[in-house]
């Protein structure tokens, strides 16, 4: 009679201690939103629009997260930011604006618009072409912010890869002499 009230008790006491372990588990589940709630997330790769659950969301933007961007064969740089934002935005537009960072200031490097059809969006996704012809070189640091009415709503310091124009030093005066007959 002893063994079977100590068995009730192990089996008792088990699935309390299961189901507090359930409760603490959905308490401390947290949404993607939340998690990189400020910050812009940079991946090669669009991010998927579904996910099985929060997790599976939280743990494939942590694998595919990246802080230098390699350059492509054209010797542009082509990537994908998500910008999490930690509350609704509130607006149908949002201003990306990137700044060279290497020598200590802030240099206005480039900016667009960006547009969203739900202003209750609290992620927002866009492709991303910088070239150097806009003046991005390679093995600089920059940063993107992502604003909304002047206020920083997401930012993420980057570098960008690549190989730097060499110059050889020789200079061909014949192709002037040609075009000028």
Known sequence: MYKGRLRNRKALLTVVLFVLLFLISIAWARNPEDV?????????????????????????????SISIVDENEKHDWEFEILSFFKRPLGDFETQVVFYDIEKGGEKLMSSFTMYVQNRDAR?????????????????WRYSVIVKS??????????ALRGTPVRYDGVVDFTKDEKGAK
């Open 36 to 64: 990189f709630a400020g910050r812009v997330i940079i991946t090669y790769k669009p991010v998927p629009t579904y996910f099985k659950s929060a997790a599976a969301m939280i743990s494939y933007v942590n694998s595919h």
């Open 123 to 139: 992620v927002v996704g866009q492709k991303v072409l910088l070239k150097r012809a806009d003046g991005f070189q390679p093995n």
């Open 149 to 158: 009415r002047q206020k920083v709503l997401a930012e993420k310091a980057f």
